[in-house]
């Protein structure tokens, strides 16, 4: 008598029933199934167009009762391996879904990178805060990346033998890495093209400017007046740490000289009592004054006014 179930389907049955029973670890599950295939093809050969294969769970439930183990997962363990079941079977009943699957299947090796790469972004992304999640940044991060890539390898190679709990919880995560997939690889395009875009417009470097402001203006000469409100003139002028306070023109082009918003044909100099270049700190700036025959004078810089508000008289002490 001829039977039209093939040894294909009874090697998938026998490989789906082992995956139901995997909780019970290997020693248990080659116990049950031991000589399964075997069994399966004397019945289909005794039974012939009658004999059918039965819900691979199912049987393995039968199994599991029948050695006396107790049913140890749970209703979702078991909707999903059907779910999966009825899927590993549909694909099987389809010539084109199976070369589609044998393609994909190729490339397990690919995937088993992939999600290494997509699992070390999600931890730079959200664990280390980095700004390229692609690329370790330290040694530290290289070996988590060493590791990520070392752990997805061995689980795709099935060198570890896992419970039906963890075999479920690997395809879950699988699952999980397909969907944020898209989602890394949006952040990480962001982020290449932003390098890109600062690697051809060139970085906008802070300007290191010298000198002293005063809300944003520049400072080009500074005033000095007593307690009565007189000028002074030729006063040095330091910083806590002695430094020279200087307003930078020792090192800027030199500004107009402007006075009373009126820009007069001169320009500031250093002090010429102070020695060569020592003399940026000594105020009043003197300034050079260009005369109308080409020839220069250095004088005292113009005041926006003569004298400054008196200061109120020292305060006396009783003895």
Do not use: C
């Not at 070392?150 to 999980?176: C, D, E, P």
């Amino acid at each position: 008598m001829t039977t039209t179930i093939d040894a294909t389907a009874i090697d998938r049955f026998a490989r789906e029933v082992r995956l139901a029973l995997k909780d019970l670890g290997s020693a248990e599950v080659n116990e049950l199934t031991d000589g399964l295939e075997a069994d399966l093809a004397a019945q289909a050969e005794e039974q012939g167009d009658a004999f059918s294969l039965a819900d691979p769970v199912a049987y393995a439930a039968e199994l599991r009762d029948a050695a006396g183990f107790s049913e140890s997962s749970s209703g979702l363990f078991t909707t999903i391996e059907r779910f999966a079941s009825s899927i590993r079977e549909s694909i099987e009943q389809s010539r084109v879904l199976r070369g589609i699957s044998r393609f994909f299947g190729s490339l397990a090796p690919v995937w088993w990178v992939a999600r290494a790469f997509v699992a070390f972004a999600l931890f730079q992304i959200f664990i280390s805060r980095e700004s390229w999640p692609l690329a370790p940044t330290n040694p530290g991060t290289g070996l988590i990346l060493i590791a990520f890539v070392a752990v997805s390898v061995q689980l795709g190679r099935r060198v570890w033998k896992l419970n039906r709990f963890w075999t479920l919880t690997v395809g879950a995560l699988n699952i999980f890495a397909i969907l944020v997939a898209p989602g890394v690889a949006l952040v990480v395009g962001n982020i290449a093209q932003e390098s890109l875009n600062l690697y051809v417009n060139g970085a906008q470097l802070p300007v290191n400017e010298s000198g002293l402001k005063m809300n944003s203006g520049q400072i080009d000469n500074i005033l000095v007046f007593d307690e009565n409100g007189k000028p002074l003139h030729d006063v040095q002028l330091f910083d806590q740490d002695g430094n020279p306070i200087s307003v930078g023109f020792n090192i800027n082009d030199f500004p107009s000289v402007v006075v009373n918003d009126e820009f007069l044909d001169a320009q500031y100099v250093q002090n010429p009592r102070a020695g060569y270049g020592a003399g940026w700190n000594v105020f009043p700036l003197k300034i050079e004054s260009f005369n109308e025959d080409g020839t220069s004078s250095i004088v005292d810089a113009p005041l926006p006014f003569e004298t400054a508000p008196k200061l109120l008289p020292a305060a006396t002490t009783s003895k």
